[in-house]
């Protein structure tokens, strides 16, 4: 149900800007999709944008972004 979701930034650090559509995990429990992520022009830091479940929505808190089967990334939600 997408109006039990928010658009949210993220802070995903270092890694490289994942593509649309990337799964947004807490625990093993998909949350959340990104919608869009570049790096910051003056930080070099990846941001993102994604619908997150509201649930677990707060600011700062850390979600996993689901790179691939074996590869993920924390994420630091921004703000609301």
């Known amino acids: 149900d997408q109006t039990a979701r928010?658009?949210?930034?993220?802070?995903?650090?270092d890694t490289a800007p994942p593509a649309s559509g990337t799964p947004i995990v807490?625990?093993?429990?998909?949350?959340?999709?990104?919608?869009?992520?570049v790096r910051h022009?003056?930080?070099g830091k990846t941001v993102a944008l994604g619908y997150v479940r509201s649930a677990h929505?707060?600011?700062?808190?850390?979600?996993?972004?689901?790179?691939?089967?074996?590869?993920?990334?924390t994420a630091t939600i921004i703000a609301e």
């Not at 928010?6 to 650090?13: A, F, M, P, Q, S």
């Not at 979600?63 to 691939?68: I, N, P």
């Open 6 to 13: 928010k658009l949210v930034r993220l802070d995903i650090g």
């Open 57 to 73: 929505i707060a600011p700062a808190a850390e979600v996993t972004v689901k790179l691939s089967e074996e590869t993920t990334a």
């Open 26 to 37: 807490k625990g093993e429990k998909e949350v959340g999709v990104v919608t869009s992520a």
């Open 41 to 43: 022009p003056l930080t």
